[in-house]
């Protein structure tokens, strides 16, 4: 039977519509267009089948969702915030807060090296001197996609990871900070471990640090990330931590 009106197809149908629709275009337009197509797009049904779709989810996905479209969008959303973290593109997006003896430098990871670092994508690290080296990035929440009423009323867990490693011959202090800030960079939740005091003679192994923000007060639009470190024999050159790999990240990983 022909069909005069889009209207008329069954609901079924329109659903499967729908998933192919950009999620932006369905919210801002098609949303508007009348009450049936308002109602099938807010159903918990066309998410999940979203979700599905773009290989969010997996047919037995298990785990309990509070609202399948917020969800949907913070799977959309998922990355690591932070640019250039593997010294790919030199110091390319990175701030040189602190640039001291012999200044920050990028070197490569040697073979030996990747077989030992958990991800063997990473060729690259920065390292730091004999006086302190710091560098900095900050995430700007909206233009990354992450509108304020997301951020304010869902409040998504925010991951920071970071790996550093001294050098075995050397010993060197690694230091980390991250704060989520307002609109006015006022601070808003901070994470700054103790500084990590690694001797001369150490296994010079990758270590992971890694924080979770959570249950933050609304506000949050800016994510600042510093890290670096110094060498503790004050030689001339670069023996200080070796950083590489960090990553913030907001809301439920991929499966």
């Known amino acids: ?28 337009h098609c949303r508007l267009v009348c009450s049936l197509w308002r109602d099938l797009i807010d159903l918990v049904t066309l998410w999940k089948r979203k979700c ?10 298990d785990q309990p969702v509070a609202d399948w479209k917020i969800f949907y ?17 030199g110091f390319e ?5 602190v640039n001291g003896g012999d200044e920050w430098k990028v070197e490569d990871l040697s073979r030996d090296q990747r077989k030992e670092f958990p991800n063997d994508q990473v060729k690259k690290y920065f390292v730091t001197s004999y006086y302190t080296c710091l560098k900095s990035q900050v995430v700007d929440l909206k233009a990354e996609g992450y509108w304020e009423e997301l951020m304010d009323t869902t ?9 550093f490693a001294a050098r075995p011959d050397c010993g060197s202090k690694y230091q980390l900070c991250v704060q989520l800030l307002s609109s006015a960079h006022a601070p808003l939740g ?39 470190g110094v060498d503790t024999h004050y030689w001339a050159g670069w023996y200080g931590p070796r950083v590489t790999n960090s990553s913030i990240t907001i809301g439920p990983p991929l499966p």
């Not at 997006?93 to 807060?97: A, P």
């Not at 409040?155 to 790996?163: A, H, Q, Y």
């Not at 296994?203 to 249950?215: G, I, M, Q, Y």
């Open 52 to 61: 599905l779709r773009e290989g969010f989810i997996t047919e037995d996905w």
């Open 93 to 97: 997006f990175w701030s040189l807060d």
């Open 155 to 163: 409040r998504p867990d925010i991951e920071v990871k970071d790996w």
């Open 190 to 228: 901070t994470f700054q471990p103790d500084p990590a005091t690694i001797q001369q003679k150490s296994d010079a192994k990758w270590r992971e640090v890694s924080h979770t923000f959570s249950n933050y007060p609304p506000g949050v639009r800016y994510i600042w990330f510093q890290h670096g």
């Open 1 to 28: 039977m022909a069909v005069g009106n889009i209207n008329e197809l069954p609901e079924n149908i329109l659903l499967e519509l729908f998933t192919h629709v950009p999620a932006r275009h369905l919210l801002l």
């Open 73 to 89: 969008f913070l799977r959309s959303l998922h990355r690591n915030l932070l640019h250039n973290p593997c010294a790919e593109e």
